[in-house]
């Protein structure tokens, strides 16, 4: 199997700090991790793509200096939300590619971490 | 704007009948896949169908592919009050990205016993 974990499934935090998630490839090495944001009743939208040991892309609109992303490891990459805002309040969720970008539908996806930010 | 498009948005049907949603996409595809999300959770893979398919199948899943008309359809036959969930479709291909999923907006599925 190639199963994705999250951690945390939920946090709570309070507005101007930072929180930190991370997504585990479990039984395979992923040398690209996607992360994904869905506000609720809507669809997701890609945030970024990280590449293990390079600078992660990121989608248009999203601010690179917000959400901090480190792929530092072939079964780890974190997502850092800083000064987070209630507005951040939202279901993020990761997916690992077993292969360097040319495959798309090799993306195993995590369960997804709720933000509530107060 | 949305590659995907799903339609309806929301469908009630009652248990043991067919549901069928509908998918429209704007720009060329590699290949377009379908997901179900139960509420809260991550995404469930549920089927793949390629550009030069027109349809397949997975079980009481069947997945059709229109690539003149930009658009797929899932149905799930004899619904079971466990297929409550939001189904979404994803492609990918599109504008040489062909390693990014762009989804669609969803349907939201509700299997009355």
């Known amino acids: 199997g190639a199963v994705v974990s999250q951690h945390p499934s939920r946090v709570i935090c309070k507005s101007g700090t930072s929180v930190k998630i991370e997504c585990r490839s479990l039984d395979f090495q992923a040398t690209t991790m996607f992360w994904y944001r869905q506000f609720p009743k809507q669809s997701l939208m890609l945030m970024a793509t990280?590449?293990?040991?390079?600078?992660?892309?990121?989608e248009q609109g999203v601010e690179k200096d917000k959400f901090l992303i480190n792929h530092a490891s072939l079964t780890l990459s974190t997502l850092t939300v800083t000064s987070a805002h209630p507005e951040d309040s939202s279901f993020y969720i990761c997916s690992a590619s077993k292969l360097p970008g040319t495959s798309a539908y090799e993306q195993y996806f995590g369960p997804g971490t709720r933000l509530t930010v107060t | 704007s949305q590659q995907g498009e799903e339609d309806p948005q929301a469908l009630s049907i009652q248990e043991g009948e067919n549901a069928t949603m509908n998918c429209s996409y704007k720009?060329?595809?590699?290949?377009l896949q379908w997901y179900r999300q139960n509420s809260g959770r991550g995404l469930v893979h549920l089927i793949l169908?390629?550009?030069?398919?027109r349809e397949k199948h997975s079980g009481r899943l069947r997945v059709t592919l229109d690539t003149s008309k930009k658009s797929s359809s899932l149905l799930i036959t004899a619904s079971r009050a466990a297929d409550t969930a939001s189904y979404f479709c994803?492609?990918?291909?599109?504008?040489?990205?062909?390693?990014?999923?762009?989804f669609g907006k969803g349907t939201l599925l509700t299997v009355n016993p």
């Open positions: 990280s590449n293990e040991g390079s600078k992660a892309t990121y």
């Open positions: 720009t060329s595809i590699n290949n």
């Open positions: 169908i390629r550009s030069n398919e």
């Open positions: 994803a492609t990918d291909g599109s504008g040489g990205s062909n390693y990014k999923l762009t």
